[in-house]
């Protein structure tokens, strides 16, 4: 299994990024699929996450800013990212996990970058 993030970038304060992530090698749907980020000298912490079914996880950072959402049929996941702050710069990472196998999955991560 492999993921793909895109749609990162530098982008100005207040504005906005929408992420994707691409994954192939699975044709059955994951459990819980999500996003996670890494700033420099941070430790990597949750975003969002959406099951299968629909329920959303964020961070309390993120509330109201960003909206996760997948395609169970494409097995996709998007990160749909407004009011960008300068706390939200880091390497984005996503993530799909199977509970019956309990294995994860991880992309290889997409920079953002907000500046003033």
């Known amino acids: 299994v492999q993921l793909q993030a895109s749609g990162g970038g530098l982008v100005q304060a207040g504005g906005s990024l929408r992420l994707s992530c691409a994954t192939s090698g699975r044709r059955a749907s994951f459990d819980v699929m999500g996003w996670y980020r890494q700033a420099p000298g941070k430790q990597r912490e949750l975003v969002a996450t959406?099951?299968?079914?629909?329920?959303?996880n964020y961070a309390d950072s993120v509330k109201g800013r960003f909206t996760i959402s997948r395609d169970n049929a494409k097995n996709m996941v998007y990160l749909q990212m407004n009011s960008l702050n300068f706390g939200d710069t880091a390497v984005y990472y996503c993530?799909?996990?199977?509970?019956?196998?309990?294995?994860?999955?991880w992309g290889q991560g997409t920079q953002v970058t907000v500046s003033s």
């Open positions: 993530n799909a996990a199977v509970y019956s196998s309990r294995r994860d999955y």
């Open positions: 959406m099951t299968w079914g629909g329920s959303t």
